[in-house]
């Protein structure tokens, strides 16, 4: 079946630095890729999307390129801030409606 | 729009009990899901429904949980009886399928169900 799996955490970081969570995927067709965080305390909002091969999702200073090739879906940023403290999550949508997630990824950005 | 209303925010409750949670899609979506978070487990979807029928409900634990969505504007998700291992973050979320795009799925603030 469909699966993601991604960077185990926690992270922690200084402010400015460079973050990278690694995301892989497996699924059948050509699924929907998808970033989430969640903020404590908070539901999941959508970060950033990418609908099909080398679609690059953006958003906030986040970005994830969608590539087939390698079956991933990498989330970066430049120079984070503190408030980019959050869980991440990975997801895929393929041909239902079903979102599949990964375990997520804690982030933590210090001052 | 208000967003995914999900009610109440917190609930505490003995093992045995009879629990419900709340749920309010966005107007006009026609999907709606429940999910359940745990430490142990992270994200889980229960179940989904497409225009008020559930489509599938592969995710449920076991005979003490059900879902009804009455309406396009109200669901609920019920335990019974409650299990201090049911304890953890409910989530809805809707969306809206267009053909040939991808529907992005809209969560609200979560119910914490803690049961004693």
């Known amino acids: 079946g469909d699966s993601v799996t991604q960077m185990e955490g926690p992270v922690t970081l200084s402010e400015e630095a460079f973050l990278t969570i690694n995301c892989t995927y497996t699924a059948t067709g050509y699924p929907s890729l998808f970033w989430y965080v969640q903020y404590p305390g908070e539901g999941l909002q959508l970060l950033l999307k990418?609908?099909?091969?080398?679609d690059k999702g953006s958003n906030k200073g986040f970005e994830a390129t969608y590539r087939k090739e390698t079956t991933s879906f990498h989330l970066e940023k430049g120079s984070v801030q503190v408030s980019d403290s959050a869980v991440y999550f990975c997801?895929?949508?393929?041909?239902?409606?079903?979102?599949?997630f990964g375990a997520g990824t804690t982030v933590t950005v210090r001052a | 729009d208000a967003g995914v209303i999900q009610s109440p925010r917190h609930e505490v409750t003995e093992m045995g009990q009879e629990v419900t949670l709340r749920c309010k899609p966005i107007?006009?979506?026609?999907?709606l899901f429940w999910y359940r978070q745990t430490m142990m487990r992270g994200l889980e979807l229960l179940i989904y429904?497409?225009?008020?029928?559930?489509?599938?409900d592969s995710g449920m634990p076991e005979d003490r949980f059900s879902a009804k969505m009455p309406n396009a504007s109200f669901s609920t998700l019920k335990i019974q009886p409650s299990e201090p291992r049911d304890s953890a973050v409910y989530f809805c979320?809707?969306?809206?399928?267009?053909?040939?795009?991808?529907?992005?799925?809209?969560f609200g603030p979560g119910t914490r169900l803690t049961v004693l």
């Open positions: 429904f497409n225009n008020n029928v559930p489509i599938d």
């Open positions: 107007s006009g979506h026609d999907y």
């Open positions: 979320a809707s969306s809206l399928a267009v053909p040939g795009r991808s529907d992005t799925q809209y």
């Open positions: 990418a609908t099909k091969a080398d």
């Open positions: 997801a895929l949508r393929s041909n239902d409606y079903k979102l599949s």
